[in-house]
Every structure is written in structure tokens, then in C-alpha cells.
């Protein structure tokens, strides 16, 4: 199976269920929401899965994007897909494991676009928008992107981010952090 991205760019993807690649329809309003703003800024691409989302920031002008990702085979497909559209003068990496232990590993940077896509019935939500915070990973005017089911969120306040608009796409919630 292959999807398609900005640019009618082709992509790869895995096989069965077990990744889901983000919607064209909510990729699209991410890209209209952050519209401008992508343009050599630093993409964080959280349980990244295919890369979908960290390809179309590339294909878009971002200078710096990381993934996260669990999945060895996911990797493969990330970095193979985001080698086919990176550009001169662009940087990417795809780090494999544990997306919390990952995380206190880029303590230090600074990503101006977050975007975060867990499995929607994982426990990972809190967790991984704790380690964001604590790391301080999140630029002064950055944006986090989280997608979960509009049925589940189970997020208690986090310190130091604070809910800046929230956006319902069918079966699919984004809920947008900036810090307070």
C-alpha cells in the first residue's frame, strides 16, 4: 500500500493494521492550521509510523525534522520515505525505541512543530506531554499537535502547556498545546 503527500508525492506504508497513517483530510488541516510557520522550523514527529506527517513538513521547507518511532520496521519505512523527499540543505533523523526514553535523549533542542500520534488506546498521552514539558522540547512559540478519538482523553493538566484550540475531523480529535 502507498499514500500520497504534499506534492502527489508517493509513500510508502506498511502492511495490516498495525500502523495507521495519519488521514490526507487531517494532515491537510494540520498544514492549513500551521500554514506558514513550517518553512525552516523544527519538526518533532512523534510515533511517527509511516513519517507521513515529518514528509510533508520536509516537503514543505522545515530545516530540521526527528521521528520516534517503536517499530524497527516502521523505521525502515520512515527513513526511506523521508529520504525520497528531503532537500539540499535539510536534516533528518528517525530515532527507534521508546518514545519517553527518546525524548530525555533531545533534552537540550528545541522543536518549533510537535506532532504526536500514539496508538489511540495507549497510555502514552500524559506521559509522553510530561516528558515534552520537563525536557523542555517546545519552543517559546511552538505548538504541539496531539491526535487521539474524540471518545477518549484521559490528560490531566500539564505544567507549563496549556490547550490553545482543539479540532474534531469524523473519528479523529487534534488537541493543540502552546506553552502557558
Not at 510515533?47 to 514543505?60: D, N, P, Q, Y
Not at 532537500?87 to 526514553?101: A, P
Not at 509522553?128 to 478519538?149: F, K, P, R, T
Request: proline letters at 3%.
Amino acid at each position: 500500500m502507498s499514500l500520497r503527500i504534499y506534492g502527489n508525492r508517493q509513500l510508502k506504508t506498511l502492511p495490516g493494521q498495525a500502523t495507521r497513517p495519519t488521514l490526507a483530510r487531517v494532515r491537510e488541516a494540520v498544514f492549513n492550521i500551521w500554514q506558514g510557520t513550517i518553512e525552516d522550523c523544527r519538526w518533532l514527529d512523534l510515533c511517527a509510523g509511516t513519517g507521513s506527517m515529518g514528509a510533508e513538513a520536509l516537503c514543505r521547507g522545515a530545516s530540521y525534522v526527528v521521528g520516534i518511532e517503536k517499530s524497527s520496521r516502521a523505521c525502515a519505512i520512515v527513513q526511506q520515505n523521508w529520504q525520497q523527499v528531503v532537500q539540499t540543505g535539510q536534516i533528518f533523523e528517525v530515532l527507534r525505541g521508546d518514545v519517553v526514553q527518546r525524548l530525555k535523549m533531545l533534552e537540550g533542542k528545541k522543536f518549533d512543530r510537535i506532532y504526536f500520534d500514539p496508538p489511540y488506546a495507549s497510555d502514552l498521552y500524559e506521559s509522553v506531554l510530561d516528558a515534552i514539558a520537563q525536557y523542555h522540547l517546545l519552543d517559546e512559540d511552538g505548538e504541539i499537535a496531539v491526535e487521539h478519538s474524540p471518545d477518549l482523553w484521559n490528560v490531566e493538566e500539564i505544567p507549563s502547556l496549556e490547550v490553545c484550540r482543539q479540532k474534531v475531523y469524523g473519528n479523529t480529535a487534534l488537541r493543540f498545546y502552546c506553552q502557558n
